[in-house]
Structures are given as structure tokens and as C-alpha cells.
């Protein structure tokens, strides 16, 4: 992605079907987030400036953030409170964006050098652990609340993360294991942001409840199309099956291990451990790209995107709801 593409430009900002009024306040919303953002990580400390900005410079899609304005339409509109919101919620992001770059030892992220290859795992580390601090003094400003939610979050964050690193234990299901994984590594922090902006816009507590069940299952539609676009494409600058290489189960492996075709007997002995040879990865990329486990995958993302659209069948038929309506269907549509 361009580092230039300013946040400002509606056709950019990811929202189909918003109309051109709502297009134009979530523009303006996400210029002041990413204004309050730059002030956010700005230090005294010009290298610790730099290392704390290297990825909001970046770029990036801004989703969670896009959510956050989303969510508050459904109450009293942006207010400052919802901008904080908003920017402690990308700082959460950003800031596991580090210590993932360390933990996948990648090269690149949003088409850049990532933080530990452009300084080093330690600095990456500790500018990751900064920017958690910087979000939990914004959340602070917010409330006790917002606070404990923060804290909730993060230790979701986490347990994510371990887990997925782990992969399934013997005596768990794999996929109930995986999709607890995803709701926990990726659903959380959008179900966070999704519920920020209802709450500091002052939506009644069912629509803040709705809102981050909903946020929650978009942010697995989200990475379950990342793990099928690992499969079929390039995603975010990486090389395609970046998580065979490191024999990740994702969904389309774990369909695929499923199958009981003995056909399929070499593409699960391939997928059932990391591929560190060029050959065994790229047979094994073609294999599952032929494999209708990649279909299986796909629409399973489509099935979850239909459930977070159903969750707002009682939220009225307002401009934000009609655009909170497409918004999972456009993520899983990713995928295809």
C-alpha cells in the first residue's frame, strides 16, 4: 500500500454502500484519528520518535478505527471521546504488529521493512510494549470502564496468540480450537473497537451489546480471509503460503486434513508439518490451491460474514446500519 494514500480520501476508506454523506464523516473522523494518532506516538527521544511511527507511516487500512466511527452513528455521532476511542484502539493494533514481526521473524509489513528488520527484535519489542503504554494512558483518560474493557482485551490478545502458537492440543477439535484462536487473536480487539464507538457516543447498552458480538465476528471474517488469501494470493506484501512454511493449521489445511479421500494422502502429510523446503512448499501450494478445501474455506468465511449481518437485523435501517450490514460480506469477499 502507497504510504501516501491519505485518510482522507473516501474512496479508500474500505466502506461500501456508505453514502456519500456518511463516506464524508467517516473521512473526516479518520483524519482526526490519525491526527491524534501522530501526537500520540510523538517523543522526546528522536529515535524513539521515529521507531514508535515507523508503522502509522506506514499506512495501513485503519479497520478498527473505521469501525469505531461506524458504531458511533448509532448513537450521538463523533465526539472527542470516540476519537480517543478510536486512536487507543490503533495503538492496541500497531503495537501487536511489533511483537508479531519478531515472533514470525518477517521482513516486510504494509510493503515496508518491518520495525525489527528496520532496527531489531529488542527495539521492536520495547517500542511494542510503548505504544501498549500510550494506549492504556488514552483508555485511562476514558474511564474505569474503558479501562477494564482495555485490559480485557488485551489479555484475549494474548491468550490468542499462545494458543495459536501452540496449535491444537491432542484432545481438542482442531477447528473448535482454531476458530476459539481467531476470536480471541483478531475478533477481540474489533469487537473493542466496534463497542468504544457505541458506547462514547452514548448508544443504549443492547446496541453496545450488539455492536461487539458483531465486531467480534467481523474480526474473524477478517483473519479468515487473510488465512484463505494466504493460500490463493499475496496478502499484505508477504509470499503466499507464508503459514505452510511455518506449518500453521489454518482453515483450509484444516479442511483439508479432514478429508478422507486417500488421494489427499500427500497433500496431508505435506500440510501436516512446516514446509521449509522450496519444492514441498510450492507442491504443497498447488495441491491446496487444486483442493476444494480452499472452496470449503471460502464459503465457511462467507457463512460467519452472514451471521455478523444478521446480528443487526433490530438496529433499524439507517445509512451506518445499511453500511455495517455490507461491511462483512465486503471483508469475506476478499477471500474469493
Known amino acids: 500500500m502507497s504510504m501516501s494514500t491519505s485518510p482522507t480520501d473516501t474512496s479508500t476508506i474500505g466502506v461500501p454502500g456508505a453514502s456519500e454523506e456518511l463516506a464524508t464523516r467517516l473521512a473526516e473522523g479518520l483524519t482526526q484519528v490519525d491526527a491524534r494518532l501522530r501526537e500520540v506516538v510523538q517523543h522526546d527521544d528522536p529515535f524513539i520518535a521515529g521507531a514508535s511511527k515507523h508503522l502509522v507511516e506506514a ?31 490503533e495503538l492496541t493494533h500497531l503495537a501487536s504488529l511489533y511483537h508479531d514481526d519478531v515472533m514470525d521473524e518477517a521482513d516486510l ?37 474503558a479501562v477494564r474493557i482495555q485490559a480485557e482485551t488485551f489479555v484475549r490478545l494474548c491468550t490468542g496468540q499462545i494458543e495459536d502458537d501452540r496449535q491444537a492440543p491432542a484432545d481438542a477439535d482442531p477447528m473448535a480450537h482454531y476458530l476459539d484462536v481467531l476470536a480471541d487473536k483478531t475478533g477481540s480487539l474489533i469487537a473493542t473497537a466496534a463497542r468504544y464507538g457505541a458506547m ?98 471460502r464459503e465457511h468465511t462467507v457463512a460467519v460474514a452472514a451471521s455478523a449481518r444478521a446480528l443487526l437485523d433490530g438496529l433499524g435501517d439507517s445509512d451506518a446500519v445499511q453500511t455495517l450490514r455490507a461491511l462483512p460480506e465486503g471483508v469475506a469477499e476478499r477471500s474469493a
Do not use: W
Open 59 to 89: 499506512g495501513g487500512k485503519r479497520f478498527r478505527p473505521l469501525l469505531t466511527l461506524l458504531a458511533c452513528e448509532l448513537g450521538d455521532g463523533r465526539n472527542e471521546q470516540v476519537v480517543d476511542a478510536a486512536v487507543g484502539v
Open 109 to 145: 509489513r504494509r510493503g515496508v521493512p518491518s520495525a525489527n528488520a528496520e532496527y531489531d527484535n529488542s527495539t521492536a519489542i520495547l517500542i511494542g510494549d510503548l505504544l501498549f503504554g500510550k494506549a492504556s494512558a488514552i483508555m485511562a483518560g476514558l474511564g474505569p470502564d
Open 200 to 297: 462514547f457516543s452514548g448508544a443504549a447498552d443492547d446496541v453496545v451489546e450488539t455492536l461487539t458480538k458483531y465486531g467480534e465476528l467481523v474480526g474473524m471474517v477478517f483473519q479468515l480471509a487473510d488465512d484463505v488469501l494466504d493460500v490463493s494470493s499475496d496478502v499484505s506484501g508477504k509470499p503466499a503460503g507464508t503459514d505452510l512454511r511455518e506449518g500453521v493449521r489454518t482453515l483450509p489445511v484444516l479442511y483439508a486434513l479432514a478429508s478422507t479421500d486417500p488421494a489427499d494422502d500427500r497433500l496431508k502429510e505435506l500440510v501436516s508439518r512446516p514446509l521449509t523446503d522450496p519444492a514441498e512448499h510450492a507442491e504443497a501450494l498447488a495441491l491446496l490451491r487444486a483442493h476444494p478445501a480452499l472452496q470449503q474455506a
